[in-house]
């Protein structure tokens, strides 16, 4: 059975950091691109990052620019997403997923793989 299983959420301050893993079972995916959306109280589900996949393009969403990084170690079959400058606005559910092809996307439609998603909570 292929599954993304997130980890590393929890209950931070302000100005916090996190780091959410991204593990891949069932198969490889180290020719997928891969990303992280995520769906705060009330909202849409977001693109936040994503990653092609050899990790050398990465794409993210303005609202994170500068504070979340994205990356992978494709022999652990693992992404992560390293979270730091937290702010109470990025509190939401976050998900990785992976892409059908190579190319990172910032559209969900394009991801075929998902995960079920790791609780970020961000106290001011």
């Known amino acids: 059975q292929v599954q993304l299983v997130e980890s590393g959420g929890g209950l931070v301050q302000a100005g916090g950091s996190l780091r959410l893993s991204c593990a891949a079972s069932g198969r490889t995916f180290s020719s997928n691109a891969m990303g992280w959306f995520r769906q705060g109280p009330g909202k849409e589900r977001e693109f936040v990052a994503a990653?092609?996949?050899?990790?050398?393009?990465?794409y993210f969403a303005d609202s994170v620019k500068g504070r979340f990084t994205i990356s992978r170690d494709n022999a652990k079959n693992t992404m992560y997403l390293q979270m730091n400058s937290l702010k109470p606005e990025d509190t939401a559910l976050y998900y990785c997923?992976?892409?059908?092809?190579?190319?990172?996307?910032?559209?969900?439609?394009?991801?075929?793989?998902w995960g079920q998603g790791t609780q970020v909570t961000v106290s001011s």
């Open positions: 997923a992976a892409v059908a092809g190579k190319f990172p996307s910032r559209r969900r439609y394009e991801y075929e793989v």
């Open positions: 990653i092609s996949w050899s990790g050398g393009t990465t």
